[in-house]
């Protein structure tokens, strides 16, 4: 096999591209969750159905990432993002028409629903490819020390993403096409990103490598059928990561598209005229979590294990904000607060996830990564439906759940030990027997 490159270097143009291209995809999927409120209360579809538009999605998304990510070793970082930029626009493009039938009352709601459902599905299904090439990509490129930084950074395109989206869906809910307007300009943004990768961006360095390794591991497992390859979500190494990272998002989540259905009722508007006041909300809450990944997180340095302690804190604290908020001012507040805890957590568990496995498994973890952060929007509905109920009480369930995560970060010994030190299968054996120790089992 031949030698992977020696240089640990991510050119600046290269990481520009990939930024982009999280940043058209966050962007989009923001700015359809601003609007979906409106969309749903618009076309008659009942409150927790909007939410569930998501579900498939998230379903197949978290079912082919894994797959993407043993694609994105075999053909390479590239031809994946191209895949999942594709998915993304054809998607967005298809909930454009559907949205466009429904406001015209071309079909019933549940008609319109059923087939909103597929066209985001479509998403899930091909646009999960992208994810684990774009961090296996930065990855491959990055130092262990300067990991932690890299992706924070790469996640700041969600946070971006999440001021420009909702800013921009207002601007794009033009006379002829009403509330589908935000869906076709998201989608036309996805392609001019299409074509920039297509055109600008080189493949990884590590792209030969990695398909050599992909294709001596699928020879191995042919000459040896009964030998299976250890799931992601089973590695001690990762296991205890993907477990906060899946809370973490849940929550996230949660309070995102609970979020519009509260400012709506808070203010006692139509769905149209609060959708002003949800973008104003959202972007608040994006710049708190860009201040977290681009300030705070490189002023002071802060390491993996850092991140995972005070993302869940602080998240734990806005919600409590917002759960007992009078007004919609303490909402905004509540939310930005909530954003900043998440904007520490997130790059936390990603980059602890990728610093305890070694080179050759980037883009599986990266894969493991995507699952969970899509597979959590199935719960969104039922948080929905707890709104319905009890205002207060999804966000007061968000905190308690971050309380315990914070317990779970100090207590366990993978979270615990987070550092910009790669970890081993060995390491993780001991720290789990030192875990035993400790209880006296």
């Known amino acids: 096999m031949s030698a992977s490159p020696a240089p640990l ?68 970082r590239k031809p994946m993002m191209i895949v999942g930029l594709s998915g993304f626009m054809i998607s967005m493009f298809c909930c454009g028409l559907v949205v466009s039938a429904g406001l015209r009352h071309w079909a019933t709601p549940m008609v319109i629903f059923v087939f909103f459902l597929f066209a985001r599905a479509l998403f899930g299904l091909f646009g999960a490819a992208s994810n684990p090439a774009t961090q296996a990509y930065v990855a491959e490129h990055t130092s ?45 943004i996805a392609g001019a990103m299409l074509f920039v990768v297509y055109r600008f961006l080189p493949e990884s360095a590590y792209a030969a490598a990695s398909k050599e390794r992909a294709m001596a591991e699928a020879a191995t497992r042919k000459a040896n059928p009964g030998v299976k390859e250890t799931p992601m979500w089973r590695d001690p190494r990762v296991t205890p990561f993907l477990i906060y990272g899946f809370i973490v998002a849940v929550c996230q989540t949660a309070q995102g598209q609970t979020l519009g259905f509260l400012i709506i009722d808070k203010l006692d508007m139509s769905p149209t005229a609060a959708q002003g006041f949800i973008a104003i909300a959202m972007m608040f809450g994006a710049m708190a979590g860009l201040l977290a990944q681009w300030g705070i997180i490189r002023m002071f340095e802060m390491t993996p294990r850092q991140l995972l302690r005070w993302g869940v804190a602080v998240a734990a604290f806005g919600n409590v904000i917002v759960a007992l908020s009078p007004n919609y001012w303490a909402v905004v507040a509540g939310y930005a607060i909530s954003s900043l805890g998440f904007g520490f957590a997130r790059p936390g568990f990603t980059a602890g996830s990728s610093l305890a496995v070694n080179m050759g498994e980037q883009a599986r973890v990266a894969g493991a990564i995507a699952a969970v952060n899509g597979v959590n929007v199935v719960l969104a509905p039922l948080f929905v439906w707890l709104y319905q109920h009890i205002a207060w009480a999804p966000f007061a369930l968000n905190a308690l759940m971050m309380s315990a995560m914070l317990v779970y970060a100090f207590r366990n010994p993978q979270l615990r030990n987070a550092d910009p030190q790669p970890a081993t299968r060995a390491d993780a054996a001991m720290a789990t027997l030192e875990r035993r120790d400790e209880s006296g089992q």
Not at 53 to 60: G, H, I, K, N, R
């Open 144 to 188: 262990p020390e300067k990991r932690t930084q890299s992706m924070s950074s790469l996640a700041g395109a969600f946070g971006l993403g999440t001021v420009i989206g909702p800013f921009l869906a207002p601007l794009f809910i033009l006379p002829f096409v009403g509330l589908a307007g935000p869906l076709f300009s998201f989608a036309l």
């Open 9 to 76: 270097v991510l050119p600046k143009r290269s990481f520009a591209i990939i930024f982009g291209v999280s940043l058209a995809t966050a962007m989009g999927n923001t700015g359809l969750i601003s609007v979906l409120p409106a969309i749903g209360r618009s076309i008659g579809i009942p409150d927790p159905l909007v939410a569930a538009v998501f579900s498939l999605s998230a379903l197949l998304w978290a079912f082919s990432s894994p797959m993407w990510a043993r694609a994105s070793d075999r053909f390479g």
